[in-house]
Nanobody, 126 residues
């Protein structure tokens, strides 16, 4: 059974850091592009980062550029999202997702991704 599982979310103060992890079971992540998305209450799900299958290409929207870093370890079948200088507007449920190809857009789009995890909550608040 193909499954993605996110972990690493939590409550952090503004300016703090978190590292999210996305683990795959039932399939090999190495052949997929992976995206991280977030969804705040009452808002649409938005892409915050993506990485190609080999890990040498990444994308970020301006809202997180310079603060978030995506990486992958194909040997461990995992993808990570390092989030620094967190802001209250970064609050939301964070999802990882897998796509058969790397996005041609400036940021990952929901409709490009076939497989999704259940999400992990990130709350940035003092």
């Amino acid at each position: 059974q193909l499954q993605l599982v996110e972990s690493g979310g939590g409550l952090v103060q503004p300016g703090g850091s978190l590292r999210l992890s996305c683990a795959a079971s039932g399939f090999t992540l190495a052949v997929y592009a992976i995206g991280w998305f977030r969804q705040a209450p009452g808002k649409e799900r938005e892409g915050v980062s993506c990485i190609n299958s080999s890990g040498d290409r990444t994308k970020y929207p301006d809202s997180v550029k310079g603060r978030f870093t995506i990486s992958r370890d194909n040997a461990k079948n995992r993808v990570y999202l390092q989030m620094n200088s967190l802001k209250p507007e970064d609050t939301g449920v964070y999802y990882c997702a897998a796509a058969p190809w790397y996005s041609d857009y400036d940021a990952p789009r929901v409709d490009e991704y076939d497989y999704w995890g259940q999400g992990t909550q990130v709350t940035v608040s003092s």
